[in-house]
T-cell receptor
Framework: RKEVEQDPGPFNVPEGATVAFNCTYSNSASQSFFWYRQDCRKEPKLLMSVYSSGNEDGRFTAQLNRASQYISLLIRDSKLSDSATYLCVVNIDNQGGKLIFGQGTELSVKP | GAVVSQHPSWVICKSGTSVKIECRSLDFQATTMFWYRQFPKQSLMLMATSNEGSKATYEQGVEKDKFLINHASLTLSTLTVTSAHPEDSSFYIC???????????FGPGTRLTVT
């Protein structure tokens, strides 16, 4: 079983749609959780950290369920510029250390 | 915010040669840096943890004699791909921890093509 698993993509949606990404992780000792965004041939960029209480940043909402070892990302009112690959990322130690990346889910937002 | 640079941004080399990739933290010190590799259509895979003043820690399956890591100073880590083969062609990215929480800063990546 992969340490971090995401929905296989790609997701093709029209502008304005709501999109949900799902992710599960296998290491129950994982310390912190993130969603990164990666554009084609670029480095990943932090989109948002994910907290147990859930957190929202504009059109983006992230949720964490430690009991189920499940992480989600919701994008509302999607824009063309949201087209990218979304990476679920887990930090498995508490020393600002090793990040384990999911395989990514590609999103394509069409006009 | 903090910036991590990589050099070169892309490189083409012949099979059998060695290639050195530099990762620099530009406005902060990094005692630890991480090296990742990403093949097309795949996610980032952690290769090794670079530690300033001590040996790097390699992930399972990564050959330490092939991927030489040197953390020469608090702002510089280098990855040398020795005796490169076409299967080593990949996108190599470094990162350094910093900032609030567990945020890591990623370099822009180096695209290596071995012919």
């Amino acid at each position: 079983r992969k340490e971090v698993e995401q929905d296989p993509g790609p997701f093709n949606v029209p502008e304005g749609a709501t999109v949900a990404f799902n992710c599960t992780y296998s290491n129950s000792a994982s310390q912190s959780f993130f969603w990164y965004r990666q554009d084609c041939r670029k480095e990943p960029k932090l989109l948002m950290s994910v907290y147990s209480s859930g957190n929202e940043d504009g059109r983006f909402t992230a949720q964490l369920n430690r009991a189920s070892q499940y992480i989600s990302l919701l994008i509302r009112d999607s824009k063309l510029s949201d087209s990218a690959t979304y990476l679920c990322v887990v930090n498995i130690d508490n020393q600002g250390g090793k990040l384990i990346f999911g395989q990514g889910t590609e999103l394509s937002v069409k006009p | 915010g903090a910036v991590v640079s990589q050099h070169p941004s892309w490189v083409i080399c012949k099979s059998g040669t060695s290639v050195k990739i530099e990762c620099r933290s530009l406005d902060f010190q990094a005692t630890t840096m991480f090296w990742y590799r990403q093949f097309p259509k795949q996610s980032l895979m952690l290769m090794a943890t670079s530690n300033e003043g001590s040996k790097a820690t390699y992930e399972q399956g990564v050959e330490k004699d092939k991927f030489l890591i040197n953390h020469a100073s608090l702002t510089l880590s280098t990855l040398t791909v020795t005796s490169a083969h076409p299967e080593d062609s990949s996108f190599y990215i470094c990162s350094a921890p910093g900032g609030p929480g567990d945020e890591q800063y990623f370099g822009p990546g180096t695209r290596l093509t071995v012919t």
